[in-house]
């Protein structure tokens, strides 16, 4: 079946340095999700890529989808306090596709 | 509008009884997914459900465990005779479209077995 491979695991950064969080899936992708799950919360949904080689920008957070929509990557520039959290990718694959299979999630750390 | 209501939030068993998550998704969605998720670990798929229909049960163990998503009232995540291995948060998510559209999720029930 399809996988879904986050890494890394775990990331500790100093305030104000940059993070990113790469994906790869063992299948082609027809969309690629990102959510970010608060320690003791639940996943809240981040962004949708769709298109081959998408490149999306909120805020701080740059989101890619490869060429191959195989793998993705989020970037955290300058990371604060408030982006501590374990993020979260999750593919969709096919085209009558409703199952989204998720990363184990890289936790981030963020150390004032 | 409301999220997506799960309760309870917090549930403790002993070994054998039987636990029952309920799953109230935002207005309009009918698409209803559970999810596990161990500490320290990813999400993992259980079942896929539109009213009154199993659309993917893939994720669900073979044995014990039951979903439905009734045309009235909430969908419902049934575990029988519970083992301390099914102690896990149980995230509900829903949205308004298959195929892979954005999913709402609830704030999950933290289920011990003790």
């Known amino acids: 079946g399809q996988q879904v491979m986050q890494i890394p695991q775990y990331q500790h950064v100093q305030e104000g340095e940059d993070f990113t969080t790469y994906c790869n899936s063992s299948?082609?992708?027809?969309?690629i999700q990102w959510y970010k799950q608060r320690p003791g919360g639940h996943p809240v949904f981040l962004i949708q890529?769709?298109?081959?080689?998408e490149v999306k920008k909120q805020k701080r957070l740059t989101f890619q989808f490869g060429e191959a929509k195989k793998n993705s990557s989020l970037h955290i520039t300058a990371t604060q306090t408030t982006d501590v959290g374990t993020y979260f990718c999750?593919?969709?694959?096919?085209?009558?596709?409703?199952?989204?299979?998720f990363g184990k999630g890289t936790k981030l750390s963020v150390i004032p | 509008n409301a999220g997506v209501m799960q309760n309870p939030r917090h549930l403790v068993r002993r070994r054998g009884q039987e636990a029952r998550l309920r799953c109230s998704p935002m207005?309009?969605?009918?698409?209803v997914y559970w999810y596990r998720q161990l500490p320290e670990e990813g999400l993992k798929f259980m079942v896929y459900?539109?009213?009154?229909?199993?659309?993917?049960e893939s994720g669900m163990p073979k044995e014990r465990f039951s979903a439905e998503f009734p045309k009235e009232g909430p969908s419902i995540l049934r575990i029988q005779q519970v083992v301390r291995g099914d102690s896990a948060a149980y995230f509900c998510?829903?949205?308004?479209?298959?195929?892979?559209?954005?999913?709402?999720f609830g704030q999950g029930t933290r289920l011990t077995v003790v």
């Open positions: 998510a829903s949205s308004p479209g298959a195929r892979g559209t954005e999913a709402f």
């Open positions: 299948t082609t992708l027809s969309n």
């Open positions: 207005k309009g969605h009918s698409h």
């Open positions: 459900l539109q009213k009154e229909n199993i659309i993917d």
């Open positions: 890529l769709v298109k081959s080689g």
């Open positions: 999750a593919g969709a694959s096919g085209a009558g596709s409703y199952q989204l299979t």
